[in-house]
């Protein structure tokens, strides 16, 4: 499927950002999410949207500031002699500068990697010419105006490319910028304020707008991940996930293409081996599919195909309880899994949750009742770190009691159901 007609795609003169995709990815459902995430996984970038256009704004104003410097030392002549050098080098940052611009807009804020190459490279010439035409100064860079123009020109790709590719690229550029600093300081008499000073405002934006575009699209991915997790609240007990939706849907247009063709008289009975041999593929494909997934609940689903709870929460439900769960105590036990999981994840914890085993209550006048008991064992976060919205999410579970022992913490929330909706 192309991406121009996958679920949660722009539409043909919409706006594809991120976030606009995001929102007609969850109102549209669980699939246009999961091509969403499948499409970001393959390209992290995060377009051409508010954050690309305030980038390229700023970093407008400081390639202007680097220009401005560059003219008012060619007017001085200082350093004598290096004006022409100088010249070229402006000359390579402002092709490196516009074009990027122009072909970030033109490509939806989607560098290419060769244009990405070509645009440092420019940069790389650039930084070096100057370098070339100051060279003796007992101050270097106190008279390099490129700086500005190079940080101007990394912070206007910080929307266009992944931010490792900025901050590595920012960190080559940190090496010049010490060498310069070193120089000034074996001269003798280098002055420290102006120095830092320029060092720091061509070196912290395009640093800051990297950090800044990486914990947005760890923000984005982060979401994402929640409403494919939150999709599955209303499945029924015993259900296929979105990755066996898929291929159900995969296995059935196959299926359907080859009947297509028996009815019209395009594929002749008895089929030729090839075609049999890939009917009976997809035949077998289809039982494997069905009967791996008959004991799969809803939170076997959330857990396995969420890439937040799926590495770290380890579930035991054999008797496959959870479906039992009503609508809003499914979605109070997500809460307080995703919680314990999710915004904890800089301390890397673990949970293992078990289920049950299935009670049914001794009392004869709730005979129609069942309980089963859910037990959340978490590892690595201390009960003081623990979120407090953990404990109304439960609380819509049942009756819940805590045990400390070993550094883990269990929490085990009593269910009690109606039996017959629990059939159901």
């Given at each position: 499927m192309s991406d121009a007609t996958a679920p949660g795609a722009p539409l043909p003169g919409e706006d594809p950002t991120v976030l606009s995709r995001l929102v007609r990815a969850r109102q549209i459902g669980p699939r246009a999410v999961s091509a969403l995430k499948d499409d970001l996984a393959k390209d992290s970038r995060l377009g051409y949207g508010y954050l690309g256009i305030g980038a390229v704004a700023v970093g407008s104003f400081l390639f202007l500031r680097g220009l401005a410097a560059f003219v008012l030392d060619a007017v001085s002549e200082s350093p004598a002699g290096s004006t022409p050098l100088r010249v070229v080098a402006w000359a390579l940052l402002t092709i490196a500068f516009v074009g990027s611009a122009l072909l970030a807009r033109r490509h939806h804020g989607r560098h290419p990697a060769l244009v990405f190459s070509a645009a440092t490279v420019l940069l790389a010439l650039a930084l070096l010419i100057e370098t070339i035409a100051v060279l003796g100064t007992p101050q270097p860079i106190l008279h390099s105006s490129t700086i500005y123009g190079v940080g101007a020109t990394l912070l206007a790709l910080v929307g266009s490319r992944p931010a490792r590719e900025l901050l590595l690229a920012d960190g080559a550029f940190a090496v010049v910028i010490a060498a310069m600093l070193a120089s000034g300081i074996a001269s003798g008499s280098f002055e420290s304020g102006p120095s830092v000073q320029r060092a720091a405002a061509a070196l912290l934006p395009p640093l800051i707008g990297a950090v800044v575009v990486r914990g947005f699209g760890t923000?984005?991915?982060?979401?994402?991940?929640?409403?494919?997790?939150?999709?599955?609240?209303?499945?029924?007990?015993?259900?296929?996930?979105?990755?066996?939706?898929?291929?159900?849907?995969?296995?059935?247009?196959?299926?359907?293409?080859?009947?297509?063709?028996?009815?019209?008289?395009?594929?002749?009975?008895?089929?030729?081996?090839?075609?049999?041999?890939?009917?009976?593929?997809?035949?077998?494909?289809?039982?494997?599919?069905?009967?791996?997934?008959?004991?799969?609940?809803?939170?076997?689903?959330?857990?396995?195909?969420?890439?937040?709870?799926?590495?770290?929460?380890?579930?035991?439900?054999?008797?496959?309880?959870?479906?039992?769960?009503?609508?809003?105590?499914?979605?109070?036990?997500?809460?307080a899994v995703w919680l314990l999981v999710a915004e904890s994840v800089r301390m890397q914890p673990t949970l293992q949750i078990v289920i049950g085993p299935r009670n049914v209550e001794a009392d004869a006048t709730a005979a129609s009742r069942i309980g089963f008991p859910v037990a959340l064992t978490v590892d690595g976060v201390p009960r003081r770190r623990i979120d407090p919205a953990v404990w109304p999410a439960l609380d819509r579970v049942g009756d819940h009691s805590e045990m400390i022992a070993g550094g883990s913490m269990t929490i085990v929330t009593t269910v009690r159901t109606v039996a017959q909706q629990a059939a159901g």
């Open positions: 923000l984005v991915q982060l979401e994402l991940d929640r409403s494919a997790v939150e999709s599955t609240l209303l499945a029924p007990r015993f259900a296929f996930g979105m990755r066996a939706s898929d291929e159900l849907a995969r296995l059935d247009l196959d299926a359907e293409r080859i009947l297509d063709g028996v009815a019209s008289g395009s594929i002749h009975l008895p089929l030729d081996p090839t075609l049999a041999a890939d009917a009976s593929s997809i035949a077998t494909e289809l039982r494997l599919l069905l009967v791996a997934g008959r004991h799969d609940t809803w939170l076997h689903h959330a857990i396995e195909e969420s890439e937040v709870l799926g590495p770290v929460v380890t579930l035991t439900d054999p008797q496959g309880l959870a479906g039992f769960l009503e609508a809003s105590e499914r979605e109070g036990l997500l809460s």
